[in-house]
């Protein structure tokens, strides 16, 4: 036989890793061109739109100059009053007690409110429970027939009033209440 050797050649492998680094290289090239022109596309903080209202924005401007000019303004007279602000209190528990001769009883929650300053505000906080025990005694004094009629809460506001500002007067020297509310009355 024939002594004859065969050289049986094994393929490359270097020619695969050029190969398949010259791919990755291709699409790392490909998607930095892609992030490019997305960002050069995107990347203009005006748009057509906004270009056009940037340049016409000055025209509108000089033309409401010279309307301004032509025309002649007339100030508006305002009151020489001045206005204070107004600040609330609301008792945080309603207060019930029952009517004179009646078995009837009202259950109200009381706000006040006054236009001197906060002072007033702290010094019904301060003396809240000497408040409410007041309060609870002109309500009281009060029947079913005289809170029922058409002026009762305005009578029943009006002499909480005095009880609170007559209280406030003996421990601070000063009331300060304008007026009572009733956020919520209910009699039963």
Do not use: C, W
Not at 18 to 23: A, P, S, T, V
């Amino acid at each position: 036989m024939s002594s004859e050797t065969v050289d049986v050649v094994a393929p490359r492998k270097k020619g695969r890793i050029l190969g398949l680094l010259g791919k990755l290289f291709g699409a790392v090239i490909l998607l930095g061109a892609g992030f490019g022109g997305g960002y050069v596309y995107f990347a203009n903080p005006f748009s057509p739109t906004q270009d056009m209202l940037r340049l016409i924005e000055p025209e509108a401007a000089a033309q409401a100059e010279a309307e301004a000019e032509g025309r002649e303004k007339v100030p508006k007279e305002t009151p020489d009053e001045t206005l204070f602000a107004t600040l609330y209190f609301t008792f945080p528990e309603p207060i019930t007690s029952n009517l004179k001769d009646s078995r009837s009883f009202l259950q109200v929650q009381i706000g006040v409110s006054t236009q001197y300053d906060e002072q007033v505000i702290k010094n019904v906080e301060t003396h809240k429970l000497a408040l409410q025990s007041d309060m609870l005694a002109v309500i009281a004094t009060f029947t079913e027939e005289d809170i029922a009629g058409p002026n009762g809460r305005a009578r029943l506001a009006d002499a909480l009033k005095d009880a609170v500002n007559a209280r406030l007067e003996r421990m601070e020297g000063f009331g300060g209440i304008e007026d009572v509310f009733f956020p919520s009355f209910m009699m039963q």
